[in-house]
């Protein structure tokens, strides 16, 4: 069973910066051969919304356009650890941001549906 431990969430005010990071637990193999991992994020009222994947095994990255040339998903595979470096935030990026892993092979690497495993989510909040 795979565990995600998301931390790094915040409070900042706009153009600031935050790190996220996941930690990834109970996978007998390193995170290299998870598949595809994620960020998502949930505003209230909002549905979850993909904002940045990678595959672990190449390090191809896919992100949402909304946040394209601000945020930076990486990995850590010694560490078993995904990251999320994000900067110049704007108030709109505030929203619950959860982390994913997909272990089966997804079509769609920003669905909800593609992932089978989440973190408890970390509380990002940008202030104008």
């Known amino acids: 069973q795979v565990q995600l431990v998301e931390s790094g969430g915040g409070s900042v005010q706009a153009g600031g910066s935050l790190r996220l990071s996941c930690a990834a637990y109970?996978?007998?193999?390193?995170?290299?051969?998870?598949?595809?991992m994620g960020w998502f994020r949930q505003a209230p009222g909002k549905e979850r919304e993909g904002v940045a994947t990678i595959y672990t095994a190449g390090g191809y990255t896919y992100y949402a356009d909304s946040v394209k040339g601000r945020f930076t998903i990486s990995q850590d595979n010694a560490k078993n650890t995904l990251y999320l470096q994000m900067n110049s935030l704007k108030p709109e990026d505030t929203a619950m941001y959860y982390c994913?892993?997909?272990?089966?092979?997804?079509?769609?690497?920003?669905?909800?549906?593609?992932?089978?495993?989440w973190g408890q989510g970390t509380q990002v909040t940008v202030s104008s």
């Open positions: 994913a892993a997909a272990t089966t092979p997804i079509r769609d690497r920003l669905s909800v549906g593609s992932y089978n495993y």
């Open positions: 109970g996978y007998t193999y390193s995170t290299y051969y998870m598949g595809n």
